[in-house]
């Protein structure tokens, strides 16, 4: 199993993923995309804040709870900071896996347990 946790405050740049075994049957990728209305308000953008290594331990601790449920070989979490304007990523999270199922399942419970437990917060501009 392999996990990466990265905090950019540049545009989201997907990692290439790993290939190396000839056993993935599933490879999952979603971006989280800022949208023009927050709140009901049209807005330029959002900024993202964290503390990084408070979210990056939560995140482990989620990884290796996920991982046990749900057997996957590979997760890629790329979570932008600052402002993000609309239309573009601040989220990417991407899972290898022998099987869908697995893949599909971690995959939601992640998006869930980082929108609950991890200290990532959003605001609109001003």
Do not use: N
């Not at 023009?36 to 990084?52: H, M, R, S, V, W």
């Not at 408070?54 to 601790?61: F, G, I, P, T």
């Not at 979570?79 to 199922?101: C, M, N």
């Amino acid at each position: 199993m392999k996990t990466r946790i990265e905090f950019t405050r540049a545009p989201i740049a997907p990692p290439a993923p790993d290939f190396s075994t000839r056993e993935l049957g599933a490879r999952l990728e979603f971006f989280g995309i800022v949208r023009e209305l927050e709140d009901g308000k049209k807005i330029p953008g959002l900024f993202y804040e964290a503390y990084e290594p408070m979210a990056r331990s939560q995140l482990e601790k989620i990884f290796q709870e996920l991982l046990a449920k749900h057997p996957c070989q590979e997760i890629s979490f790329i979570h932008r900071l600052d402002f993000v304007p609309v239309g573009e990523a601040s989220l990417f999270i991407s899972v290898l896996s022998r099987h869908r199922q697995a893949a599909l399942a971690l995959m939601g419970e992640l998006i869930d347990r980082l929108k609950a437990d991890v200290p990532i917060w959003k605001h609109a501009k001003k």
